[in-house]
């Protein structure tokens, strides 16, 4: 009967659909509430923030203009910082990426314990990025580390690299750590992309005469798109907040080889007392990342097909 | 009414019922302190009090302070203290500012940056029951603000017995000269002359101090209020020897190649393990060495100087037991923190922290406690009236304070320099310009 009933365009209606209004606003408001003094006042406030000399502990709050913008542009550290984190998202992005899908086509494809596979693969995407670069640094440390330990017993001790101690391998390794921890997750949306291509366009293609390769190339490749559009900007999105892994695995360090936007505007607002200098570091990383995604969604829309 | 005027109502009152519950919350909170406020009462209640706790150090130390928490809880029921000691591998310094930026501050904290929270109104004045336990308690503008909870720890040389027995050395060295022969020896006989924990960052303050000591601060107690009147700079004979000293430590191989990446609480199984002959640190670790074996036999002395003198970081700082502005405004909490300072610096209660730490005794009784060969060693070389005793860069107060983000920047700075293998007089500017930019930073502050 609900289904049939037509509301005539009256003075009734019009009362109908305010009440409705008025309800739904009752039900907006308390999450409104929340989500404004939670995430959008202290957004907007760190607008002002960013123009302060505040170290974070006092009390008095001293506006500075836009010297805290100037340091930054002028900041060894932070082109550093900006070319570590430029260095880690594009490696993340396309490693992460290339081990998801290879993943999600191997776990598509096998016959028996599909499911195993999958949750095997995904379990690292379970464990915290604390956790994890507690474990990692174990096994990437010099002295005690797995990897050092079995040169060592193999006779290969002149191999052994310290991993997080030099700042030509500190990157590599939490780049290693990340995809690690990352790619399950990402294997996850090809999977869901790779399940939604139809099996009669790579049978047709098959009986046309097609190899795995070409099917692959021509047919479910571009039929991915989508899903390489969410996977991509996802990706990206991470890597450009990658903390966790830098805080556990090497402080930054050594010295300031491996800090990254996240990372120094976390050490220069907390413990380098500059809680202003680094609230304009994030609004800086904040419309960084806001022109990566949007020249991403811009770029791989282009290639999206519709089935 | 109707319907929807009553949903309107119920939610109206819902929301209302929900705000005077919250804000009973807060009034219930805001009475207290109110009613508090400048009301220190000594008497200690019977009914339920609660406060926090923030502490730091190595595991021997973490555990000694958790043994007095539990010993003070178990003998005061009534009071509950929230132990938020820090735990994990990040700087006290970054891990007290986050704990205050999320509005955890302890009510008691081992304070080591004081001039940086007493300016900034976070701790208060000592009540004068806590002065009357210790016996010497620096002030910061004639206040004093923290109750040092042990003496200041010289840094020196923890041995290996055997390691020295096998690279033929029989010897603590006169000078420094002495000592880096001491390092060839052990180099040439096959081990690994130092562990160095690397990986946590207050482990470089021991070197880094030990050199800019000899070669600085030692001899001009004044020189880091010259730095930022610029007076002084990094780039100046001494501070640039010290830090060659420092780095020729690394480029000569005395130091384990995995520096980097060892744990300060990883170099006692370095030593034991016989990875390394040597490890440059303080007495508390005396017992992590003992507790990873037992039976290994080690050494402690002091390192000279070039001249021979001995100069060890001794010089009682504003380091120590304080109590944040908000506790010392509760009367109730107040009393309870004082309580507990009282039996932690207790004679039955303080020798056993003392002894189970190596530490110095700071109190007015005497604690006397049965220490180690090395502790004995330890407590030879600060009772020798030819040992100089300085300060660490980090512990000077008033004009003499270093900026306080200054430190840890620069033991990353020594870090750059150590893993690219170029140090330079540049870096050493690059020392003082950092070392401006921070003082006019915390002076725009201010």
């Known amino acids: ?307 | 009414m109707t319907m929807h005027t009553k949903t309107m109502a119920l939610s109206v009152i819902s929301v209302m019922a929900l705000s005077l519950i919250l804000s009973a919350c807060g009034n219930n909170n805001a009475g207290t302190t109110a009613n508090s406020n400048g009301a220190s009462s000594n008497e200690p209640a019977n009914k339920e009090v609660k406060f926090s706790i923030g502490a730091t150090g190595d595991p021997a130390t973490k555990q000694a302070m958790a043994d007095a928490v539990a010993a003070f809880t178990k003998a005061n029921p009534n009071i509950k203290i929230n132990d938020l000691s820090e735990g994990g591998s990040m700087a006290y310094l970054d891990w007290l500012k986050t704990k205050e930026a999320v509005g955890e501050f302890p009510d008691l904290i081992e304070m080591r940056d004081t001039q940086l929270f007493a300016e900034a109104g976070k701790i208060a004045e000592l009540p004068q029951e806590w002065l009357d336990l210790v016996a010497d308690a620096p002030t910061l503008n004639d206040k004093h603000y923290t109750a040092p909870i042990v003496g200041a720890f010289p840094h020196g040389i923890i041995y290996s017995k055997k390691a020295y027995e096998d690279a033929g050395v029989s010897a603590e060295p006169k000078t420094y000269d002495e000592f880096l022969a001491i390092q060839e020896k052990l180099k040439t006989s096959g081990i690994t002359p130092l562990t160095f924990g690397g990986k946590d960052i207050f482990h470089w303050g021991f070197w880094i101090n030990k050199f800019f000591m000899d070669d600085m601060l030692a001899d001009d107690p004044n020189w880091n209020a010259k730095r930022t009147k610029g007076e002084v700079s990094f780039t100046d004979a001494g501070p640039m020897q010290a830090m060659t000293d420092f780095t020729e430590l690394f480029t000569k191989g005395y130091v384990e190649q995995g520096w980097a990446s060892t744990a300060d609480n990883q170099t006692a199984s370095m030593l034991v393990t016989g990875k390394a002959a040597q490890l440059f640190s303080g007495p508390w670790m005396f017992a992590q060495i003992s507790q990873a074996d037992p039976s290994f036999e080690f050494g402690w002395y002091p390192v000279p100087d070039r001249k021979g003198r001995i100069i060890v970081n001794g010089t009682n700082n504003l380091q120590g037991w304080a109590i944040s502005t908000a506790a010392n405004e509760d009367a109730d909490k107040q009393a309870a923190i004082t309580e507990f300072v009282k039996f932690f610096f207790s004679k039955e209660q303080y020798t056993k922290f003392v002894q189970a730490v190596n530490g110095i005794p700071t109190t007015k009784e005497t604690i006397t406690y049965e220490a180690s060969p090395q502790m004995n060693r330890v407590l030879e070389v600060m009772n020798d009236p030819n040992t100089i005793k300085s300060m660490q860069i980090n512990a000077f107060w008033g004009e003499a304070q270093m900026p306080t983000q200054w430190r840890n920047w620069f033991y990353k700075l020594a870090q750059e320099w150590l893993t690219k293998g170029d140090f330079s007089a540049d870096y050493m500017k690059k020392a003082d310009a950092e070392w401006d930019a921070n003082v006019k930073a915390n002076a725009a502050a201010k």
């Open chain 1, 1 to 307: 009967m609900a289904n049939t009933e037509t509301i005539p365009v009256t003075a009734q209606g019009t009362a109908k659909k305010r009440k409705r209004l008025s309800y739904s606003i009752w039900f907006i408001l308390p999450a409104f509430i929340l989500y404004t003094a939670f995430v959008i006042y202290p957004t907007l406030n760190s607008v002002n923030l960013s123009f302060t000399s505040w170290d974070g502990v006092s009390d008095e709050i001293r506006y500075i203009g836009f010297d805290n913008f100037v340091e930054m542009f002028r900041s060894e550290r932070v082109y550093n910082a900006l070319k570590n984190t430029l260095i880690l998202s594009l490696s993340l992005v396309v490693l992460e990426n290339i081990a998801a899908l290879i993943l999600a086509i191997l776990v598509d494809q096998v016959r028996w314990f599909k499911s195993l596979f999958r949750s095997i693969f995904y379990f690292p995407v379970l464990l915290s990025g604390i956790v994890m670069g507690f474990v990692w640094a174990i096994i990437f440390n010099f002295n005690f580390g797995v990897i050092s330990q079995l040169l060592d017993r193999i006779g290969l001790s002149d191999w052994k690299i310290d991993w997080l101690g030099n700042p030509n391998y500190a990157l590599l390794a939490i780049i290693i750590t990340t995809v690690w921890k990352g790619s399950g997750y990402y294997m996850i949306i090809y999977l869901a992309g790779l399940q939604g291509i139809p099996p009669e366009l790579n049978e047709a293609a098959a009986i046309d005469g097609a190899n795995r390769w070409q099917r692959f190339r021509h047919i479910t490749f571009p039929l991915l798109a989508s899903a390489m559009t969410v996977s991509v900007m996802l990706s990206m999105i991470g890597a450009l907040k990658i903390f966790d892994q830098i805080a556990v695995m090497t402080d930054g360090g050594p010295g300031f080889a491996t800090e990254t936007l996240t990372y120094i505007v976390y050490k220069v607002g907390f413990g380098e007392l500059r809680q202003g200098y680094g609230t304009a570091l994030s609004l800086m990383l904040f419309v960084l990342i806001l022109i990566v995604s949007l020249i991403q969604i811009k770029l791989l829309r282009k290639r999206e097909v519709q089935m």
